[in-house]
Nanobody, 128 residues
Framework: QVQLVESGGGLVQAGGSLRLSCAAS????????MGWFRQAPGKEREFVAT????????YYADSIKGRFTISRDNPRNTVYLQMNSLKFEDTAVYYC?????????????????????WGQGTQVTVSS
């Protein structure tokens, strides 16, 4: 079983930055594919970024490419999402997700249904 706890959300002005963290329990973190998703009010959950289990390869949604960076620290069992140049439309609840690498990366890991483990979410609000 994997438990995930996000932190780092908050209120920020447009153009500002935030760094989200997701701490994972258990001793299998270095075996997990990690992803970040977000869900804005009235919208479906959407893919943001994913990182492979080694932390070597990353993949991003077009909407945030060049502004957000996903990274991981395997000894600390933590994955991060550095968000720069935030826009009003980035406002959402951000979720951390984890899954063992059962599928081809990154294609399948842009699909929220491929992840079995989820955090509770952290709110990011960008004021315009």
């Amino acid at each position: 079983q994997v438990q995930l706890v996000e932190s780092g959300g908050g209120l920020v002005q447009a153009g500002g930055s935030l760094r989200l963290s997701c701490a994972a329990s258990g001793h299998t973190f270095s075996s997990l594919v990690m992803g970040w998703f977000r869900q804005a009010p009235g919208k479906e959950r959407e893919f943001v970024a994913t990182i492979d289990w080694r932390g070597v390869s990353t993949y991003y949604a077009d909407s945030i490419k060049g502004r957000f960076t996903i990274s991981r620290d395997n000894p600390r069992n933590t994955v991060y999402l550095q968000m720069n140049s935030l826009k009003f439309e980035d406002t959402a609840v951000y979720y951390c997700a984890a899954e063992y690498p059962k599928y081809a990366w990154p294609q399948y890991y842009t699909d929220s249904e491929k992840y079995d483990y989820w955090g509770q979410g952290t709110q990011v609000t960008v004021s315009s």
